[in-house]
């Protein structure tokens, strides 16, 4: 599924200046992918870089974009979450810089509704720029129900 989608800040129990994430690109059950353009205020930039170990943080937030969508189309609110594991993380580059846009795509490995495992990508000028598998812990729900 395509566009449009609700505000990113809307599926995910982050608040500035934690929002890393700008949109979701698209959608199905259990995989999505989120764009996000590094600037020099964000989080985790530092003399207008990011470095790619920060990704992670990327990932989990698109983690909770992917539930949090789902949960917002069931109606349901969105629930907060924490990564318990980050297995097999790999950087292919070692940082982006400001102006550059990339691509988180994550898609549930398997899961339940404590557990999930992704697998995660970050993507630079359609190249590979880090990837990794995370386990997230999912906790209570925090937002109000979505529109079903």
């Not at 989080?43 to 920060?54: I, M, T």
């Not at 349901?76 to 988180?104: P, Q, T, Y």
Request: proline letters at 5%; aromatic letters at 8%; hydrophobic letters at 40%.
């Amino acid at each position: 599924m395509s566009g449009p989608f609700p505000p990113i800040s809307t599926l995910m129990p982050h608040r500035d200046p934690m929002v890393l994430l700008d949109r979701m690109l698209d959608w199905s059950p259990g995989k999505t992918s989120c764009a996000f353009r590094v600037r020099s205020e964000a989080r985790f930039v530092e003399e207008g870089l990011l470095s790619a170990p920060f990704t992670i943080e990327h990932m989990a937030q698109a983690v909770a974009v992917c539930l949090g969508y789902e949960a917002y189309l069931g109606g349901r609110g969105v629930r907060v979450g924490m990564i318990v594991s980050c297995r097999e993380f790999r950087a292919f580059r070692c940082s982006a810089s400001v102006g550059d846009e990339l691509i988180v795509r994550v898609e549930r490995d398997r899961g339940n509704e404590t557990l999930s495992h992704f697998r995660c990508e970050v993507h630079l000028d359609d190249e590979l720029f880090a990837d990794s598998t995370l386990t997230l812990f999912h906790g209570e729900t925090l937002f109000q129900k979505g529109p079903a």
